[in-house]
């Protein structure tokens, strides 16, 4: 049982790169989430997706995009990145309806040069 | 705009004595209360969460909140060196809806 994973783990880009960061869950959860943290800062929310086949905005969602491919894995894609949008990126998942914590992924560290 | 505040710290207290960890939130319609340790580069951990006014203890920690003054606080007793990390309070309206986090508070236990 691994939890939340998310890949890459590190990433370095160059500004107007894209990319896309993955997230999977094995706890049949129905909600995931994406949060952005920057230093000094709490954790702000991205975008999330209640179930399978719906997704919404969060705090900050501009410059970002999300697809629930499935129940098990949430991605978040950069068009085109910024300096801005350098961050830690944290995946969550959590059983709506049921349990609240809400469990984290160990995080991707993103550079945008 | 929901707002969830908290002192940054650091906050310094000595190994074994209780640390008191203090958040205010602008949300009236915050539903759901919790407390989240996070290590230097690490992800978030919970260690409390809380849904009615009053206290809530488990081991060596105790959340409590007011809902009227809407303040949540933890309490950390008999405080230990690997108490020493960023306290993160986050607050939910309900249903599917993701958290609002504070800035996080660095608490330093010194042995």
């Known amino acids: 049982n691994a939890g939340v994973t998310q890949t890459p783990k590190f990433q370095v880009l160059k500004t107007g790169q894209s990319m896309t960061l993955q997230c999977a869950q094995d706890?049949?959860?129905?909600?995931m989430y994406w949060y952005r943290q920057d230093p000094g800062m709490g954790l702000r929310l991205i975008y999330y997706s209640a179930s399978e086949g719906t997704t919404d905005k969060g705090e900050v969602p501009n410059g970002y995009n999300v697809s629930r491919l499935n129940k098990r894995e949430f991605s978040l894609r950069l068009e085109s990145a910024a300096p801005s949008q350098t961050s830690v990126y944290f995946c969550a998942s959590r059983e709506f309806g049921g349990e609240e914590t809400q469990y984290f992924g160990p995080g991707t560290r993103l550079l945008v040069l | 705009q929901k707002e969830v505040e908290q002192n940054s710290g650091p906050l310094s207290v000595p190994e074994g004595a209780i640390a008191s960890l203090n958040c205010t939130y602008s949300d009236r319609g915050s539903q759901s209360f919790f407390w989240y340790r996070q290590y230097s580069g690490k992800s978030p951990e919970l260690i409390m969460s809380i849904y009615s006014n009053g206290d809530k203890e488990d081991g060596r920690f105790t959340a409590q909140l007011n809902k009227a003054s809407q303040y949540v606080s933890l309490l950390i007793r008999d405080s230990q060196p690997s108490d020493s990390a960023t306290y993160l309070c986050a607050v939910r309206r309900g249903g599917a809806d993701g958290l609002t986090f504070g800035k996080g508070t660095h608490l330093i236990i010194q042995p």
């Open positions: 706890m049949n959860h129905n909600s």
